[in-house]
């Protein structure tokens, strides 16, 4: 975990204990490392040192070295073979690629390997494929250029060495290891940001099962200014490891506190009466209703819920003494029915107003000259979104809500 002051230190530079997302082919492979001194880097066939990254800017693609070794920057442009405008003529003839038929490759297979292990670069492998191809000077104008895109995607390596921030780690971690973040896509992240209100001088509540992405995503939307606690039912603090690898400033850091959320309940009903849940029933109430107080001063401004194996009702109905009113809440879930239930509870008990359930939803867009197209893949299971603003008289909510099970509607 870098731990850095901020005097003097441009952000934007790699330094010796920064962490760094370092993706292969455009993330054909990520790996999370942490740049220091004996720590290595898997690149190709050999593992190199991290320490060649130190004193490059983020962003900066990086080569093996000629001793097979290193890194090294480079200048490759994976597009600049596609950003050329094609003329019509260069359009005309299939644009199907030949050398997938067998017999249209001069080279054999083990004169591909042989050039591989002698430690050829990836760009010569490229050039003797093309001079060796039977059908290339036949191929029209845009399959020659997608031939040799192809092929480069296969034999030159290129890493790119990413800054961490939210956006990235939540691309890299949905494509890798999606389970740790609980199936989070980063658009629904995004939105779930945009609808909670998320900014500077806020302070939120996080209740999550993202290892921290959730965490480290709204400090770094408040960059230093507010609070984020990250809540968490029973007395040990789940994983929040996500947020070391922000690179966070202490500033930032400081930011960012974890308490069980039974502590925060006790609050409600002030500091001097930490022993007790619940106060005294309110006049009219049922017997059998204990009823919290809400604290003179509310402390958060807006809530973010994404803890899917906890019970979401319960979970939501325990945080809202602790909201102030307007305060805004999201509440993030991989099924629609536990959401309908609570935005039904919350109308019919006034407890919130414009409530609304949003689907999320994203499709990739393939943006090259006169090939601008969307994907014809694309990822459906980006989840629920629950959001809706808190009244006052959502403040009074029947805590027995937060003390049945927390399992009842997990998912």
């Not at 720590?39 to 004193?55: A, E, H, K, Y």
């Not at 067998?102 to 591909?112: D, K, T």
């Not at 402390?299 to 906890?310: D, E, K, L, N, Q």
Request: glycine fraction near 8%.
């Amino acid at each position: 975990m870098a731990n850095h002051n901020g005097c003097g230190r441009d952000p934007d530079i790699i330094q010796e204990g920064d962490t760094v997302v370092f993706d292969v082919n455009n993330k054909l492979k990520v790996q999370f490392i942490q740049v220091k001194s004996g720590s290595t880097v898997r690149f190709g066939r050999g593992n190199c040192q991290t320490t060649d990254l130190v004193g490059h800017r983020f962003g900066t693609l990086f080569g093996l070295g000629e001793d097979g070794a290193s890194l090294r920057p480079v200048a490759h442009e994976p597009s600049e073979e596609w950003d050329e405008q094609l003329e019509d003529a260069d359009r005309d003839g299939s644009n199907h690629i030949h050398d997938q038929e067998a017999g249209n490759q001069h080279m054999s297979r083990e004169e591909i390997e042989g050039m591989k292990a002698s430690g050829a670069e990836g760009a010569t492998i490229v050039d003797a494929l093309v001079t060796n191809s039977k059908n290339f000077d036949k191929m029209s104008g845009f399959a020659q250029k997608k031939y040799k895109k192809k092929k480069v995607d296969k034999y030159v390596l290129i890493g790119c060495a990413r800054k961490p921030s939210a956006a990235v780690l939540a691309e890299a971690y949905y494509s890798r290891y999606s389970n740790t973040i609980g199936y989070l896509r980063p658009d629904t992240l995004a939105l779930a940001l945009t609808m909670a209100n998320v900014g500077p001088y806020q302070n939120v509540l996080v209740l999550e099962a993202s290892s921290g992405l959730v965490t480290g995503a709204v400090a770094e939307k408040l960059g230093g200014f507010g609070e984020v606690c990250a809540a968490h039912h029973g007395r040990n603090s789940p994983s929040i490891s996500i947020t070391t690898q922000f690179n966070f400033s202490d500033t930032i850091q400081k930011t960012i506190h974890t308490q069980p959320l039974s502590d925060l309940l006790l609050e409600v009903d002030g500091m001097a009466h930490r022993a007790k849940y619940f106060t005294d029933k309110k006049r009219g109430e049922d017997e059998d209703t204990a009823v919290a107080a809400p604290p003179a001063k509310p402390r958060f401004t807006s809530c973010i819920i994404t803890a899917a194996h906890y019970s979401l009702k319960s979970s939501l109905f325990a945080v809202l003494p602790l909201l102030a009113p307007s305060a805004t809440f999201v509440v993030v879930s991989q099924v629609l029915q536990p959401l309908v239930d609570c935005m039904n509870l919350l109308r019919v008990k006034n407890y919130a107003v414009g409530t609304t359930i949003h689907e999320a939803w994203t499709r990739d867009i393939q943006v090259l000259p006169l090939r601008t197209h969307p994907f014809m893949n694309m990822n459906h299971g980006g989840g629920y979104i629950l959001t809706g603003t808190v009244t006052k008289r959502g403040r009074w909510v029947d805590l027995n809500q937060y003390t049945s099970s927390h399992n009842e509607d997990a998912v």
